[in-house]
């Protein structure tokens, strides 16, 4: 893996139980700086590390989708969780990211790009041809780096969901991948 200038150990592996407590801080802190001003203040104070450390000790558990950690210095600093896509009509082949974070101080690191060629390489040995995700429609920093890892926006997916209360409107972006 190629160094950065700011953090030059960087190590993307499948999580462990041991890394709960660390994936959990890391969603929490995410999601509060990914949707402040798209998502109620309130909701996003709300959010429990506690509770996250259950879901994340389950999902790990019962493996149901991938779990990756980017380690940056030795520290868990972000997550990708990935499988097969949940979309109706999708084929065997289709996966999705199902969830991206990094703790916000590591955002521009290079750890994001490292979380995604790792759930990528790890889809394409599984078989994946076409990889989607669903992206709020305002977070604009998520959607750059969609675009920017290959992503294309899905004509006529957005559709409007509760989050937190709000209402928000989320789109699918995909891409085809080989080899």
């Not at 999601?31 to 389950?58: C, D, K, T």
């Not at 790009?113 to 977070?139: D, E, F, H, I, Y």
Request: glycine share 8%; net charge positive; proline share 3%.
């Amino acid at each position: 893996m190629k160094e950065h200038k700011h953090f030059p150990t960087m190590n993307v592996r499948p999580a462990l139980s041991s890394d709960v407590d660390a994936i959990a801080r890391t969603h929490v802190l995410g999601w509060q700086h990914a949707y402040g001003g798209i998502l109620s203040p309130n909701f996003l104070a709300s959010l429990s590390v506690e509770q996250r450390a259950r879901m994340w000790a389950e999902a790990i558990e019962k493996q149901v989708q991938r779990l990756l950690v980017v380690e940056v210095a030795g520290q868990v600093s972000g997550f990708v969780a990935f499988g097969p896509c949940r979309d109706d009509g999708a084929h065997a082949t289709d996966f999705e990211v199902w969830a991206i974070y990094l703790h916000p101080q590591f955002i521009g690191s290079g750890a994001g790009q490292a979380l995604w060629l790792g759930s990528l390489a790890a889809m394409k040995r599984r078989g994946a041809t076409r990889v989607t995700l669903w992206v709020l429609a305002k977070n604009e920093v998520a959607i750059r780096f969609y675009r920017a890892a290959g992503f294309t926006e899905d004509a006529e997916s957005r559709k409007s969901i509760q989050v937190g209360g709000v209402p928000v409107v989320e789109v699918r972006y995909s891409q085809n991948i080989t080899g």
